[in-house]
């Protein structure tokens, strides 16, 4: 539940918003981490095309945080619709995806510290899709994970001062951005103040904190991270409802930075990719089963194609499985990954 801290004052007894987390030593030694990899990403991004791989990298973004809400488009599909060009989808998704895009591009306008601001930018996310957009809900929602309720947020009428002293915590709060962000993230989805679309903004305003405080983290795909580990991070939710301490939140949440900035920083790695699986990966413009990149690549051997091309693109971390926890599954497919979309980038025509 939500936690307060009451302060005395003279004779009288203030009571101020105080969410419940504990830092523990493993969240001391991961922002650590963090700092350590951030300014070795900052260097690079430095010599590297900065609006090329802001434009990767906010597709992926995009993708990854509809991904965890259900929409199934892929990154070429998101590419286009960035493009202006047509795609054959559910106009539904469409629309998320036209949303997304623009309100990630609208980034820079948003002040992280203003409860309007993030109104706006919901009315902006949600526009078309559900009629309150834009405004706290005024009826009860929950957290689901598919058909399973994780939480039932709180009532309806709480909404309003809840969010109001989330805020006012948010403007006062002395500890560092890395875990006031993942603490407002949390607190945000515990509230869940929107009748739909309260995962995208919970993420949306994490990215938004950060990159007041670092730029350049405003480009780093985390939510492609979190949603290629969404079980582990609905996982961290419950753990956090049930313990009334948003540590192991925090925790994940600084696992999906730091290993957003190792993926990130691999780029070092990728003059050794073999032929073969630069061939694969110019194949792979969309997601794609084993049997269409082999039919793709001309070859008819199962077992030659798995050793030479497949399985080093999986061990070199250009390629992922779009089913990690099901390898076996007739519905599995495969993608590009941040590092793979960066080789691609690279080549020569």
Known sequence: MLAYRLWCLGPAVVSRYQPPYTLTSDIV???????????????????EDPLRLRRINRIRTVTGSLAIEGNTLSEAQITAILDGRSVIAPPREILEARNALAVYEALPRWDPLAESDLR?????????????????????????????????????????????????????????????????????????PFDDGNGRMGRLWQTLLLSRWRPRLAHLPVESLVHRHQAAYYAALQASNEHSDSAPFI?????????????????????QAAPQVIELLRCLDSERSRAELQSALGLADRKSFRQRYLQPALDGGWIEPTRPDHPSSPAQRYRRTGLGERLVAGLAP
């Open 251 to 271: 925790e994940f949440m600084l696992t999906m930075i730091r290993d957003a900035l190792r993926e990130n920083l691999s780029p070092q790695a990728t003059p």
């Open 29 to 47: 030694r991961q922002i650590a981490e963090v700092a350590e990899l951030l300014g070795r990403f900052e260097a690079q991004q430095e010599r």
């Open 120 to 192: 706006a930018a919901h009315r902006q996310l949600m526009h078309g899709l559900v009629d309150s957009a834009g405004h706290y809900r005024r009826g009860g929602v929950g957290v689901m994970a598919g058909r399973e309720v994780l939480h039932l947020a709180l009532p309806a009428s709480q909404v309003d001062r809840l969010m109001h002293e989330l805020f006012g915590w948010l403007r006062d709060s002395p500890e560092h951005p890395l875990i006031q962000s993942a603490v407002f993230h949390y607190e945000f989805e515990f509230i869940h």
